[in-house]
C-alpha cells in the first residue's frame, strides 16, 4: 500500500457488506452498520462506477437494463467480492462468539478496514478487549469518519496504527494496552493477498509469539492458481484486476495441502483450512440468487502451541 493512501478495498468491502444488508435475503452476514459507515458521496460514486462497468463488461444486458439499481444488482452477481466478504466475515464471527464462550478475553482484528465488529455487537465487546489494527492512513480515516458519526469509542476499544510491511506487530501490541498473558483471538481478513510470503509469515510468527497458547488466528488467503492465467477462474482474475487498478495488488497465495506444515514451523496448529467447495456447502447452499463461494478463496484457522 502506498504510504498516504487510503486503502479502497476497505471501502468497497464494507459497501458490499452495506449492499448484502440492505437488498438481499436470505443474509450471509448482517452488517446493518455498513452503510452509515461509508460517506455517502463514496457511496454514491461507487454505486454509479458500477452500475456503468456493466457497459464494458455486458453491454447487451446494460442495454436491457431500466434503471442504475438493476444494472448494480447484475454486476454485484458477478464479482466475487460479495461472496468472498460476507462468508469470511460470518465464520470470523460464529468462531469469535465460540471462542468467547471458552474465554477468549481479547480480540485483534489485523487490517481492519471499516469493520463495524465494535458497534454492531455490544453484547460480545463487553465481554472484550478489542484492538483495531490497520494501515495508518486506513485508520485515520475510519477515525474521522467515526467522529463525524458520533460513535462511541468505549474504553475496551483501542486503535493501533500498523504497517504489515515493516514487521512490527509484536512492538505495535506491546505499545498498547494488550495484555500477552490473555488469550485472544486474531482475524486477519481480505490482507495475506496484498502481502509478501515473508510478510505474512512475519506476522503469523508474530503472533504465535505474542498471545498464549490455546489463542485463535482467522485468516483468508488465495491459493496459488489464482495467480495462474490458465487456471484461474474468470471472476478471480477480474478480481486481481480490479485490486491492481486501485493500487493495491495482490501478490501472494499459498498452497493449500501445504499450510498446515508451513505455518507449524511458525508456532500455528491448523484447526479448519476451508476450500471453496467446503464454504459453498456451509453459506451459500439453496441460495436462488446467483451467489456461490468464490473460486480460489480459502479460510483458515489456526491455534497457538
Ligand atoms: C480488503 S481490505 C479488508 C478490510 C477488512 N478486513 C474487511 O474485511 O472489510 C484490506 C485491509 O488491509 C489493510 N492493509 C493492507 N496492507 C496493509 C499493510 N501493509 N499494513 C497494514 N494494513 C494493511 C488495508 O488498510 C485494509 O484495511
Given at each position: 500500500m502506498q504510504e498516504y493512501q487510503i486503502s479502497l478495498t476497505a471501502i468497497m468491502s464494507a459497501y458490499l457488506r452495506a449492499y448484502h444488508s440492505r437488498h438481499d435475503n436470505p443474509k450471509i452476514f448482517d452488517d446493518f452498520l455498513a452503510h452509515r459507515i461509508i460517506p455517502e458521496e463514496r457511496q454514491a460514486l461507487i454505486e454509479q462506477g458500477l452500475a456503468n462497468s456493466l457497459k464494458l463488461s455486458d453491454p447487451e444486458r446494460a442495454a436491457v437494463c431500466p434503471d442504475q439499481a438493476t444494472a448494480l444488482a447484475w454486476v454485484l452477481r458477478a464479482m466475487t467480492g460479495p461472496p468472498n466478504i460476507l462468508s469470511r466475515s460470518r465464520y470470523t464471527e460464529d468462531s469469535l462468539e465460540e471462542a468467547i464462550r471458552q474465554g477468549v478475553e481479547q480480540y485483534v482484528i489485523l487490517g481492519a478496514g471499516l469493520d463495524t465488529f465494535a458497534f454492531r455487537r455490544p453484547d460480545l465487546v463487553k465481554q472484550l478487549r478489542v484492538y483495531e489494527l490497520d494501515h495508518p492512513a486506513t485508520q485515520t480515516f475510519k477515525r474521522h469518519r467515526l467522529a463525524e458519526l458520533k460513535w462511541k469509542i468505549t474504553p475496551n476499544l483501542n486503535y493501533v496504527p500498523i504497517d504489515f510491511t515493516q514487521g512490527n506487530l509484536t512492538a505495535a501490541l506491546t505499545q498498547s494496552s494488550y495484555a500477552p498473558q490473555a488469550k485472544s483471538f486474531f482475524s486477519w481478513l481480505g490482507v495475506t493477498m496484498y502481502l509478501t510470503r515473508d510478510e505474512v509469515y512475519t506476522t503469523l510468527r508474530a503472533i504465535a509469539n505474542i498471545a498464549p497458547a490455546g489463542s485463535t488466528v482467522i485468516f483468508d488467503y488465495l491459493d496459488?492458481?489464482?495467480?495462474?492465467p490458465g487456471k484461474a477462474a474468470s471472476r478471480v482474475q477480474g478480481m486481481l484486476k480490479l485490486a491492481q487498478h486501485a493500487g493495491e495488488p495482490m501478490k501472494t497465495g499459498f498452497e493449500p495441502s501445504t499450510l498446515a506444515a508451513d505455518i507449524a514451523r511458525l508456532g500455528l496448529r491448523i484447526q479448519d483450512n476451508l476450500s471453496p467447495a467446503d464454504i459453498e456447502e456451509r453459506?451459500?447452499?439453496?441460495?436462488?440468487?446467483?451467489y456461490y463461494a468464490c473460486e480460489h478463496v480459502h479460510f483458515a484457522r489456526a491455534v497457538i502451541k
Open positions: 496459488t492458481d489464482a495467480y495462474d453459506y451459500f447452499q439453496g441460495r436462488v440468487d446467483g
